[in-house]
């Protein structure tokens, strides 16, 4: 009997053991205890997930809605039909907006600068509503087109149905995508010029002034944070998504369906504490330097050098030996002409035998094939 109960508590404890080396690796699983509903954390580089709670639950993120917003028209700068100086006509429906808001005249004209500077540190629901509409038309179509953004961005839990984040019973997103969206707004230096200011004000066409306070306390009390967006209704709880930056890492902290304020900063604080305490970023390949270099045939050059196509960094904890390899499929020689530009081959990166990313190698300058009059000189020289 005692040999059936030590052979059956042996068998539990392998069984066990087995089941649990068949389980995918998560990091974090249980080294950090949130109360908020869902959470996430992401690095920045990689955009590797470093810790997750119910990252892609649907629900309610309350004004977070409003970084797709501010993407939008970070966008519109970038293709160059914004600038500061734009001019934006506000409308009654725009300045008649509840929740928070910068108090807008209608019928007058706010810079673009400022309505985005609005929305970015006041989270101003009638200046997001201007921006819409202005861009877009309407509400509605820039609606759409904060839905088409989201599924190109991969953000398959998420639908929006206005541009403010004003309770709708359609409308939800989840941490996960509310990682990847601030992590667009965030390469955005235009977007850094106002969510580090902590304090400002908006002087109105008519002279009056409004104060802006960055909702986002963390801009002020933690190191290394110079972004993020907050949320508040009773049906969404408080919310937060954020990023911070120490030394050459960057991370993006959300948490959702916090119970009170300092609850959503207290966790996002937690989630970068444990980032940075335990993760270190690790760049594989750098776009900026050659790779190696290759001979060529029949051009006017006798080599040329190889560069990535895009940098690329993974996530590891500290300490830990690099687990990835990198192989590079290119041919013995580079034959001209080959233009500067164009894909000479691949970088395979992988791990523990599973292939994790493809990335294309390329030359930076022409490699032009020798003419006639090159031919007879090589001849020459040789002699």
């Not at 819409?132 to 509605?140: N, Y």
Request: charged share 25%; net charge negative; with cysteine.
């Amino acid at each position: 009997m005692k040999r059936f109960v030590i052979f059956s508590i042996m068998f539990c404890i392998l069984a066990t053991t087995f089941c649990a080396s068949m389980q995918p690796a998560v990091f974090a699983a249980a080294e950090v205890d949130l109360a908020s509903k869902s959470a996430c954390l992401v690095d920045f580089s990689s955009g590797q997930v470093l810790y997750q709670k119910d990252a892609t639950l649907h629900l309610p993120v309350a004004s977070m809605v409003k970084m797709m917003t501010i993407l939008l028209t970070l966008e519109e700068y970038q293709k160059g039909n914004l600038t500061d100086e734009t001019m934006i006509e506000t409308t009654e429906n725009a300045s008649s907006m509840g929740g928070s808001q910068v108090f807008i005249d209608p019928y007058v004209q706010y810079s673009a600068k400022d309505m985005l500077k609005s929305v970015i540190m006041a989270s101003a629901n009638d200046a997001s509503v201007a921006l819409a509409e202005h861009i877009s038309g309407s509400e509605d179509n820039f609606v759409v087109r904060m839905n088409e953004r989201a599924k190109q961005l991969g953000m398959n839990d998420t639908n929006y149905v206005n541009c403010t984040g004003l309770p709708a019973p359609e409308q939800y997103s989840c941490a996960k995508d509310s990682a990847i969206v601030l992590k667009e707004v965030s390469k955005f230096d235009k977007y850094h010029q106002f969510s580090t200011i902590w304090m400002d004000e908006l002087v109105h066409p008519s002279g009056r002034k409004t104060e802006l306070v960055n909702t986002n306390r963390l801009v002020r009390y933690y190191e290394g944070c110079d972004g993020g967006k907050t949320g508040s209704t009773n049906e969404a709880g408080c919310c937060l998504a954020a990023t911070a930056k120490r030394n050459n890492m960057r991370l993006i902290s959300v948490v959702i369906g916090a119970k009170n304020s300092q609850t959503r900063f207290n966790e996002c604080s937690k989630l970068f504490n444990y980032g940075f305490a335990n993760f270190e970023n690790k760049s594989l390949l750098d776009s900026t330097c050659a790779i190696k270099s290759l001979a060529v045939s029949k051009g006017k050059v006798d080599s040329a050098e190889i560069y990535a196509c895009e940098d690329y960094s993974v996530t590891s904890k500290k300490g830990k030996q690099n687990e990835f390899e990198i192989d590079y499929i290119l041919p013995e020689k580079l034959s001209a002409p080959t233009k500067a530009g164009d894909i000479v081959g691949k970088a395979v990166v992988s791990k523990g035998g599973v292939v994790v990313k493809e990335i294309d190698l390329t030359v930076k300058n022409d490699i032009e094939p020798l003419s006639l009059k090159d031919c007879f000189e090589k001849i020459a020289y040789s002699w």
